[in-house]
């Protein structure tokens, strides 16, 4: 099992930059993508961006250029650097990890609690 806690969300104006991170613990072996999705009122939970464990980075079109994903492996932390935050960005961000397949077709398995985004313009 692998357990993943999330922190950094919070409220922020327009233009303003957040940086939420992702620690995990217990089979981190097992893991071979990370990454965030998030998920509005009202709208389905979509792809935010991932980080792969040879490196490997991609971005939802909606942050591509706004974001940047990292990772401390000494940590088994990632990190997602969003920028020039605007209202659409609010949202629930919820941290997944798991195998590529797995992770990619939004099924985890394994996922984070959740930490809130809101951006007020």
């Known amino acids: 099992q692998v357990q993943l806690v999330e922190s950094g969300g919070g409220l922020v104006q327009a233009g303003g930059s957040l940086r939420l991170s992702c620690a995990a613990s217990?089979?981190?072996?097992?893991?071979?993508?990370m990454g965030w999705f998030r998920q509005a009122p009202g709208k389905e939970r979509e792809f935010v961006a991932t980080?792969?464990?040879?490196?490997?980075?991609w971005y939802a079109d909606a942050v591509k250029g706004r974001s940047t994903i990292t990772r401390d492996d000494a940590k088994n932390t990632v990190y997602l650097q969003m920028n020039s935050l605007i209202p659409e960005d609010t949202a629930v961000y919820y941290c997944?990890?798991?195998?590529?397949?797995?992770?990619?077709?939004?099924?985890?398995?394994?996922w984070g609690q959740g930490t809130q985004v809101t951006v007020s313009s």
């Open positions: 217990g089979r981190t072996d097992t893991i071979s993508a």
């Open positions: 997944s990890a798991g195998p590529k397949v797995a992770f990619a077709a939004g099924k985890g398995p394994y």
């Open positions: 980080i792969w464990k040879e490196g490997n980075t």
